[in-house]
C-alpha cells in the first residue's frame, strides 16, 4: 500500500500514520521526524534546517528531496509507505511521481485529513511527544498515563519549538500557500481521497481504510 497522508499541520497525520502502518504492515515516512533527528544529532542536514523548522518555513526541496530519495531506497519501502508531511511543494511531488515511476510503482491513495483551524491551534499548542520513540499525546485529547513522560519508555515528553503559537499560525499559513495546492495535483491524477478529521482518531481510522481500499 503506498499512500500519501496530506493535510494542515495538526490535522492528525502522524497518528493516523502511526495506525496505518500496523494495519497496512508498511512504514511510516516522515520527512518532519527525520528532520528533527538530523537536528538532535547535529548533522549537516540538521543545522541548516533546525532555524529554518523553528521559523515555521519549509525546509528547500532538495534538502528534503535528498533525505526522501535516502530513505524510501531502504528495504523496508520496497512493499509501501506511509508518507506523513511529503511532499509539500509542486516540486516535491514532481519529484515522487519520477522517483515511483523509475521504480516502476505506482500511489494507491493521497488522503487529505482536513480539520478547521481553531482546532489545529489547540490540537498543536497541547501536543507533546517523545523524543526517543515518537510517541505523539495531547495534554487533554491523550495525556500520556503519568503526566510528562512516555508511556512506552518513560522518557520525558517534549514540546516542539514549532508549536509555539506565532510559529504554529505561520506553519499555516505556509501550509495554504504552497502544500494546499497539491489537492488538486492529485485531484486531477483520481487520486485524492477528502476526510473530515474531526472526531476520535479511530472513528477517522476507519474512514481513511474505507476511503483507500474501496473509494
Ligand atoms: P512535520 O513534522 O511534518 O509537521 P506538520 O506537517 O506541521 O504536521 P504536525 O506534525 O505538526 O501534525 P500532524 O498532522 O502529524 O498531527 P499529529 O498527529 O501530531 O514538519 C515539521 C517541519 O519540518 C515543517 O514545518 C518544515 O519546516 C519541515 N519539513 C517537514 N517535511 C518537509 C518537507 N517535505 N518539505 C519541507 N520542509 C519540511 O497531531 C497533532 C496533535 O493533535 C497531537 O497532540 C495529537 O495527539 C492530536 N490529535 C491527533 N488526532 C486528533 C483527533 N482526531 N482529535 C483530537 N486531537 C487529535
Not at 501536543?127 to 518513560?154: L, M, N
Not at 520525558?156 to 499560525?169: F, G, H, V
Amino acid at each position: 500500500m503506498k499512500i500519501i497522508l496530506l493535510g494542515p499541520p495538526g490535522a492528525g497525520k502522524g497518528t493516523q500514520a502511526k495506525k496505518l502502518i500496523s494495519e497496512f504492515q508498511v512504514p511510516q515516512i516522515s520527512t518532519g521526524d527525520m528532520l528533527r533527528q538530523a537536528v538532535r544529532d547535529g548533522t549537516p542536514l540538521g543545522q541548516k534546517a533546525g532555524p529554518i523548522m523553528q521559523a515555521g518555513q519549509l525546509v528547500p526541496d532538495q534538502l528534503v528531496i535528498d533525505l526522501f530519495e535516502d530513505r524510501i531506497s531502504k528495504p523496508d519501502a520496497g512493499r509501501g509507505f506511509i508518507l506523513d508531511g511529503f511532499p509539500r511543494t509542486a516540486i516535491q511531488a514532481q519529484k515522487l511521481d519520477q522517483l515511483l515511476e523509475s521504480r516502476k510503482q505506482s500511489l494507491d491513495a493521497v488522503v487529505s485529513i482536513d480539520v478547521p483551524e481553531e482546532a489545529l491551534v489547540a490540537r498543536m499548542a497541547g501536543r507533546r511527544s517523545c523524543p526517543k520513540d515518537g510517541s505523539v499525546y495531547h495534554v487533554t485529547q491523550s495525556p500520556p498515563k503519568k503526566a510528562g513522560v512516555c508511556d512506552h519508555c518513560s522518557t520525558p515528553l517534549i514540546q516542539r519549538d514549532d508549536d509555539k503559537e506565532d510559529r504554529i499560525r505561520e506553519r499555516l499559513r505556509v501550509y495554504s500557500q504552497q502544500t494546499a495546492p497539491l489537492k488538486d495535483y492529485y485531484r486531477e491524477r483520481g487520486l485524492l481521497r477528502e476526510i473530515p478529521g474531526v472526531g476520535a482518531p479511530d472513528a477517522i481510522l476507519t474512514e481513511i481504510k474505507r476511503a483507500v481500499v474501496d473509494p
